[in-house]
């Protein structure tokens, strides 16, 4: 590595602040981190870019929905029906999915079976749910002393809120999942009415609440909403950025004297709130012990009476999943129930929407693996015949089974692209999709594919790209190959296998060392660490300095690199302000120099929002030194680079075109968009700074990483390797953390996520 000499050449959004109470009424405040919170800016699933992404999402479905009631509407009227944007596609097919799961879970018969011959705190959280479906009250004894032993890890909850969704006990997944017939999409549900709205406003005022928050609170409770806010003033904590201290203030205010700690409303909605939280830091459960610890330290006096009574209203889900002792084998059917009932479990509870996903993918994946199609073998044969290599063999392992995983770094992407052209040439109907319109270009093009058979996550089930749909719903293809399946979250991961025909291959690949997805789940990770289906490593190295230093990364090692043509640069800076300074330096003046990289072409990653050389620091002043202006649209001018995210971990990069009344223009990806004035502040940020996050999937021609002596907490060797591997040519490492930069690469891991994937895929496992 080179270090760049000194030189003296000069060079956001979120929901309506409310006034916060203290803690619980009448109780001391609770620190955020004493909640398993992190400090603003941190990343890696668990920082402000979340809960900041998560933010708007009320008013976005609400918009959405008012969208596709005017489309009805004028379909009633026989006038044309307008045509939905892609944010209101992918809600629409979001919303369709889930309704499918829903469908599903209530067309099975019998009770949960998983943890019958278990017996202590398991058996007892399943008795409360079952005796919740027969009716009666849950045992007392729920949360009694533990007779199994501790789980092996308590990850805790992380910021940020979102709407919870109506939940209800699910079943354990059969043995040999059978596709079920997919229902007809659901119409999508029209907005709340003016009358809703105003009513929440008011209740709102009285309890001294900002009454901007009213659209997203009808949203969030949905028609009644004034009269269930007024009942239940906690149901505030439904609306996406809302807090308990503020949830308590406003209760305070409508309740007087009625208001206490002790409510079994706040316990109930704070439960639902920490795992909602635990959901945008990447978990989609928490375990038992995990979440009573966190309640009390949000002031609720007895943690595990408010768990129970969560539960008994339905509004969470308890799961029991046996836990593998280190070393050991792979568990087998238990023959005597004396040994099922002396395994030792983990408790874990969690909300439906992402448990039922996690199920639903973990059954589509067990379809995919037990039934891949036996026709078409001399297809598959003069697929192989016509690959050679690493895209061999990855085209042999595809033709004999269902799921296939694909590891490697960014240049290992060649080997899909070839595996995705010779299906191609051979008559088989397949398709590639990217996390990104950027990696969505970048594949296509790769010579295999000439430019034919690639799109989007979003695009395709958004129905916006790819093929059409059969009569039962499936998407009309032999072959899916996603070549980022790490930021696959588990909602997207099941809406794309369940919309796979019997008999189609998935092919999963990716960089295990990238950064997870932004939304709940690992699966990638989860299964890599199952092993239910062939897994190939790509030997094809990524090059030069840069793929040097990012591939010793990966292992743990930050080594030194050949740099003959200052591909990498080290900018050492003493604090924030000259990190800032020098950021500015690089990318207005010295980058383009030095390379002839314009100014559009590098992008700045740095770990957070906030703080003295955060995005929105570092934004704001490329802002005034790149494209200076009044800000006249909501703060943005013609010219500026900004960040869209219409959707919670969903970033496209690009342009302001013009602001008008009709909203503000952008250019993202080649591709106009509109965003309407009222969703601007919550879907439109500055983006000549990214965080790693919203830069994942996505290269430049060159990359200036700013890590700033407040970093140090925020930075991981995932986060590190991501950053780092954004630039394609370039790498200027603007370094104020010091030895944190080091220690992070060799110490500090992926953030541990909560999740049940890889225990539901075990018995695909055992099969093998």
């Known amino acids: 590595m080179s270090t760049e000499p000194e030189t003296t050449e000069e060079t956001g959004p979120g929901t309506p602040e409310m006034p916060e109470a203290q803690g619980a009424p009448g109780t001391p405040g609770a620190p955020d981190e004493a909640a398993g919170g992190a400090s603003e800016g941190a990343e890696g699933g668990v920082g402000e870019e979340m809960a900041e992404s998560a933010e708007g999402a009320g008013p976005a479905e609400a918009a959405e929905a008012a969208e596709a009631a005017e489309a009805a509407e004028a379909a009633a009227d026989g006038a044309e029906k307008p045509e939905l944007s892609e944010a209101a596609a992918e809600l629409a097919a979001q919303r369709v999915e889930r309704e499918r799961i829903e469908r599903r879970r209530a067309e099975r018969d019998g009770p949960v079976e998983s943890g019958a011959k278990l017996s202590g705190k398991a058996a007892d959280l399943l008795a409360a749910v079952r005796a919740v479906e027969a009716g009666g009250k849950p045992a007392s004894t729920v949360f009694a002393a533990p007779s199994r032993p501790a789980p092996e890890r308590t990850p805790e909850p992380g910021p940020a809120a979102t709407a919870a969704a109506p939940v209800r006990p699910a079943p354990e997944p059969e043995p040999e999942p059978v596709r079920q017939e997919r229902p007809a999409p659901a119409p999508t549900p029209a907005g709340p009415s003016p009358r809703t709205v105003d009513a929440v406003r008011r209740v709102l005022a009285e309890g001294g609440a900002p009454e901007a928050l009213g659209q997203q609170a009808a949203v969030a409770l949905g028609e009644g909403a004034g009269e269930l806010l007024r009942a239940d003033p906690w149901q505030l904590l439904r609306v996406p950025g809302v807090r308990p201290e503020q949830a308590d203030g406003f209760a305070r205010a409508l309740l007087g004297a009625e208001c206490g700690p002790q409510d079994e409303r706040r316990g109930r909605a704070v439960t639902v709130w920490l795992l909602e939280q635990a959901a945008l830091a990447g978990h989609t459960a928490l375990e038992a012990p995990a979440l009573t610890a966190a309640l009390a330290q949000r002031g609720v006096p007895d943690p595990e009476e408010a768990v129970r009574s969560t539960l008994a209203e339905g509004e969470a889900l308890v799961f029991e999943d046996a836990l593998e002792e280190p070393g050991a084998p792979a568990a087998q059917p238990a023959d005597d129930e004396e040994e099922e009932a002396e395994r030792p479990v983990r408790v874990l509870i969690a909300l439906e929407r992402y448990a039922m996903a996690e199920e639903s993918l973990a059954d589509g994946l067990a379809r995919l693996i037990n039934s891949p199609s036996q026709d078409g073998e001399e297809t598959w044969a003069q697929v192989v015949a ?203 003046d010295s980058v383009p120099r030095a390379f002839g990289v314009p100014v559009e072409g590098t992008v700045v990653i740095t770990p957070g929002h906030g703080g003295a050389a955060g995005t929105r620091a570092l934004n704001a002043a490329l802002k005034e030194r790149l494209n200076p202006g009044p800000g006249r649209f909501g703060g943005f001018d013609p010219g500026d680079r900004i960040a869209y995210s219409p959707a919670p971990g969903r970033t496209l990069p690009g342009t302001v075109v013009r602001g008008d009344a009709e909203g503000l223009h952008l250019s993202c990806a080649g591709a106009p968009v509109v965003v309407p004035r009222e969703r601007v502040e919550a879907w439109v940020r500055h983006g000549w700074a990214l965080t790693a996050h919203q830069a994942v999937g996505g290269r430049w021609p060159a990359a200036v990483v700013v890590l700033p002596g407040d970093a140090a907490q925020a930075l991981s060797r995932p986060w590190v390797y991501t950053a780092f591997g954004r630039g394609e040519r370039h790498l200027s490492v603007v370094q104020g953390a010091e030895g944190a930069l080091p220690r992070a690469v060799a110490e500090i891991p992926a953030k541990a996520r909560t999740t049940r994937l890889a225990t539901l895929l075990r018995p695909q496992s055992a099969m093998d």
């Open 386 to 588: 016509a690959l050679s290599g690493g895209a061999a063999e990855l085209a042999r392992a595809v033709a004999g089974h269902g799921l296939v995983l694909h590891t490697g770094g960014d240049a290992s992407r060649a080997e899909p692209a070839a595996l995705l052209g010779a299906a191609r040439d051979a008559g088989l109907r397949a398709l590639a999709v990217c996390h990104t319109a950027d990696g969505r270009d970048r594949l296509a093009a790769l010579p295999p594919t000439r430019g034919a058979g690639v799109g989007t996550v979003a695009g395709l089930l958004a129905g916006t790209e790819g093929p059409g749909r059969d009569g039962d719903g499936a998407l009309e293809l032999d072959l899916l190959i996603v070549p980022d399946a790490p930021q696959l979250d588990v909602e997207s991961a099941a809406m794309l296998v369940e919309s796979l025909p019997d008999g189609a291959r998935l092919v999963l690949g990716g960089d295990p060392a990238l950064l997870w997805s932004a939304g709940p789940g690992r699966v990638f990770a989860d299964l890599l660490a199952a092993r239910a289906c062939p897994q190939i490593a790509s030997r094809l190295p990524d090059p030069g300095p840069i793929g040097e230093l990012v591939s010793g990364i990966g292992i743990g090692e930050l080594n030194q690199v050949e740099a003959p043509g200052k591909e990498v640069v080290i900018v050492p800076v003493r604090d924030a302000g000259e990190a800032v300074h020098r950021t500015v330096q690089l990318v207005a």
